[in-house]
């Protein structure tokens, strides 16, 4: 649908977030991996719609078998693996995002970006550059937006690995008009979702990854289903990490949906497990402050 008016998009976009969170819930969890890609491509249609005015669909884009899709960094280099992984979202679910190229002229005078796509691609906005180890944080994960990143740091010196912050602009709306209280009430709460994105700085056994998340997470669960720290474990394969490994974890609600450094998808439905995440990179001890103290930043920033 094209010439979204202006005070439609939140509705349109609230309508498609509803819609797709249903279907979520009503996934089958042998196609986790089809759901975690829904769920990207819901995200980036839905900021499609709040920026642009316009929502490409199946019925509005060519579908075909095999998509032939880029995404740009915005960086004089060329391209990245993190900006082409939004493109491969959407080649994975069959919808190819030729409107650009095939419908009538694009209207430069919606969008507040510089450069348009010209030929169907994906456009990304510039990466954001994590200070204390050059680690680069698209501006888009999983459709939502980067609000804030920072590095893990072990005994006082060891940058372990560098981690970045992505919510929903549109969950966030209200919230970070609100002041830094709010905002951290906020960030502690599930129901507001979020990607947290972790790229490693050096190379690691997976062994030690995933025993340091569970010695952050085990004395903040209280007890509670200790038995979902056994899970997280088994979502991660017998495979040691290596500099520029990367795994996502996206929370919403009492599910975290984890990826794994090797692209393997699972869940944990959990509201403890979720919570305690949280606190771990967002409470009052969080595991990196600075990493904190950006989001907190970049959160009234969103657009």
């Given at each position: ?18 819609k797709?969170s ?32 316009r ?13 032939s899709?880029?995404?740009y960094?915005?960086s ?35 969008t507040?970006?510089d ?5 169907g ?15 680069l ?13 920072g ?8 940058k ?6 992505y ?9 970070k ?63 040691d ?8 974890m996206t929370?919403?609600g ?9 692209g393997?998808v ?19 001890d969080a ?17």
């Open positions: 649908e094209d010439n979204i008016r202006p005070q439609q998009r939140e509705e349109r976009a609230s309508t498609w977030y509803r797709v249903q279907q979520a819930r009503n996934e089958n969890p042998q196609h986790l991996k089809l759901l975690h890609n829904k769920m990207i491509v819901s995200n980036i249609a839905r900021r499609m719609i709040l920026q642009n005015g929502l490409f669909t199946r019925k509005s884009c060519q579908q075909r078998q095999s998509v899709t880029s995404a960094a915005g004089s280099s060329g391209w990245t693996n993190a900006a082409a992984s939004t493109a491969v979202a959407f080649a994975m679910t069959g919808i190819a995002i030729h409107a650009w190229q095939d419908t009538t002229s694009w209207e430069p005078n919606i507040k970006l450069a348009m796509p010209t030929s691609d994906v456009l990304m906005l510039g990466p954001t550059k994590e200070a204390k180890t050059g680690i944080f698209p501006a888009l994960c999983n459709g939502y937006n980067l609000v804030g990143c590095v893990r740091v072990k005994y006082g010196f060891v372990v690995y560098a981690v970045g912050t919510m929903d602009p549109l969950a966030m709306s209200a919230v008009t609100q002041g830094s209280k709010a905002i951290q009430k906020a960030l502690l709460d599930p129901m507001y979702p979020r990607t947290i994105r972790i790229v490693m700085n050096r190379s690691l056994s997976i062994d030690k990854y995933t025993a340091a998340i569970v010695e952050a997470l085990e004395p903040r669960m209280k007890g509670e289903d200790l038995d979902k720290l056994e899970e997280f474990k088994k979502l991660n394969p017998p495979v990490l290596v500099e520029g490994a990367e795994m996502e929370i919403r009492d599910v975290m949906l984890y990826k794994n450094s090797v393997g699972g869940q944990i439905r959990s509201d403890t497990f979720c919570r305690a995440l949280l606190d771990v990179y967002y409470g009052d595991v990196s402050p600075g990493h904190k103290e950006s989001v907190l930043e970049g959160i009234p920033k969103l657009k």
